[in-house]
């Protein structure tokens, strides 16, 4: 990127993070690639207490991303694969954020500050799993210098992703 990245911080979720979430991914396009619609709070609840566990346990989680006001923007961050298919045991690095923050580097800067803690957690290698019609986040996998390793298909919803490999 030409330009200088955002001032943006990186939080373990709050449980008021999860209303933050709730409220913030509230839109369609931002859960295009997610299951297309809203997810009910209860999700981010328990998605926020998990990471609450990671962080403590790991040393990292999925970030609460707040811009230098404080403002919740998303998330940004890394954890275990989630799923029983694809790359078990691998560290995945993700991201997810408001509608009214793309295009203005947050998930780059927060990446790359993701990268830094989880490397200095231990970790050697981290994966990236994107639909491969999401533009926008191959494109910050391009920006992080991650390598294409795979195409696979979910057996969850039959679409198609890329994993995306660093070694750290």
């Known amino acids: 990127m030409n330009r200088a990245l955002p001032d943006v911080r990186l939080r373990v979720p709050t449980d008021e993070d999860a209303f933050a979430w709730h409220r913030v ?40 991303m707040v811009d230098s006001g404080g403002e919740v923007l998303g998330f940004t961050g890394a954890q275990p694969w989630p799923h029983a298919w694809g790359p078990a045991g691998q560290i995945e690095i993700g991201w997810r954020l408001g509608r009214a923050h793309w295009g203005k580097g947050y998930v780059t800067a927060a990446a790359l500050t993701t ?54």
């Open 25 to 64: 991914f509230a839109h369609p396009e931002v859960m295009e690639f997610h299951g297309g619609r809203a997810a009910e709070l209860s999700v981010y609840e328990e998605l926020t207490a998990r990471q609450r566990r990671h962080d403590a346990e790991l040393g990292f989680c999925l970030w609460t």
């Open 115 to 168: 990268l830094e803690r989880v490397r200095d957690a231990g970790v050697s290698s981290v994966i990236a799993m994107v639909n491969t019609r999401n533009e926008r986040s191959i494109a910050v996998t391009r920006r992080l210098g991650m390598e294409l390793a795979e195409t696979v298909t979910s057996p969850t919803t039959q679409q198609q992703a890329h994993r995306y490999r660093l070694a750290l």
